[in-house]
């Protein structure tokens, strides 16, 4: 594993890098239009696709995100496929059976296509937890690739919802209509909630796949605005470096 581990309050919060790489020519644009408004030279952006494993000090283990999956998952025709999160969790000691708990910030395919493998949970044993919201507006494929498999492995929240002890989901929609941020104590799982450093320094530039990028850039402003105010520590999705301290 590349990253270290952060520990607070008896709770080890691991990094877990799925997969390295940029856009694929299916969806690339240049980063001025990606991030319309932003300024950004058109240079290579490579993502980090980053998947979190939350292990509190009763053993518990919970998982956010679920990475880009296999050869054959959605997130094929333009990520670059396969994911290594099979072989983060045995570096960090874990086995697939051992989670108790996923979390998916959003149904999009970098970081749901993980969820499944061979047709069945990749997870046999833990819940998928997704706001309702987001449940509600997901496309028929990806309900018949990801949502049936593990339908009967569902939990639904709506809002904020503490999904294991000390583990709490909040929505923070605009990327997608359920999208959701996870909080364990300090850190602060985002998901999509900010793609690019840029948004740091001025949350009200928008994402070009961002579903709605008005509601989006409203909720970066509020979020990180809380979040920046509690010196919270971020635990973003695509980063080069996982964690960043507000």
């Known amino acids: 594993m590349p990253h270290e581990a952060i520990s607070l309050s008896g709770v080890e919060v691991t990094p877990l890098c799925d997969a390295v790489g940029p856009m694929g020519p299916a969806i690339r644009r240049p980063l001025a239009e990606t991030f319309p408004g932003s300024g950004l030279a058109d240079e290579p952006w490579i993502l980090h696709f980053h998947c979190y494993l939350i292990r509190d000090a009763a053993g518990r283990l919970t998982l956010v995100d679920t990475g880009i999956g296999g050869t054959d998952s959605p997130a094929a025709s333009w990520a670059p496929v396969p994911g290594t999160l099979a072989g983060e ?46 449940l509600d507006a997901v496309p028929g494929p990806a309900l018949d690739a990801l949502l049936t498999p593990v339908k ?21 929609p605009g990327h997608t209509p359920g999208h959701q941020i996870v909080r ?51 635990a973003t999705a695509h980063f080069g470096e996982p964690f960043l301290r507000l």
């Open 89 to 134: 969790l045995a570096a960090a000691g874990v086995a697939p059976a051992e989670i108790g708990t996923v979390i998916l910030t959003h149904l999009h395919s970098d970081h749901a296509s993980g969820m499944v493998t061979d047709g069945g949970p990749a997870f046999e044993n833990a819940r998928y937890v997704l706001q309702q919201a987001e």
């Open 152 to 172: 009967d492995q569902l939990h639904a929240v709506e809002g904020e919802a503490e999904v294991s002890p000390g583990v709490h989901v909040h929505l923070a």
């Open 184 to 234: 364990v104590g300090d850190v602060a799982m985002t998901g999509d909630l900010v793609l690019h450093p840029v948004q740091l320094d001025d949350p009200s530039i928008r994402y070009v796949y961002d579903d709605d990028q008005e509601a989006a850039a409203r909720t970066r402003t509020d979020v990180l605005g809380r979040l920046r105010a509690e010196r919270a520590i971020l």
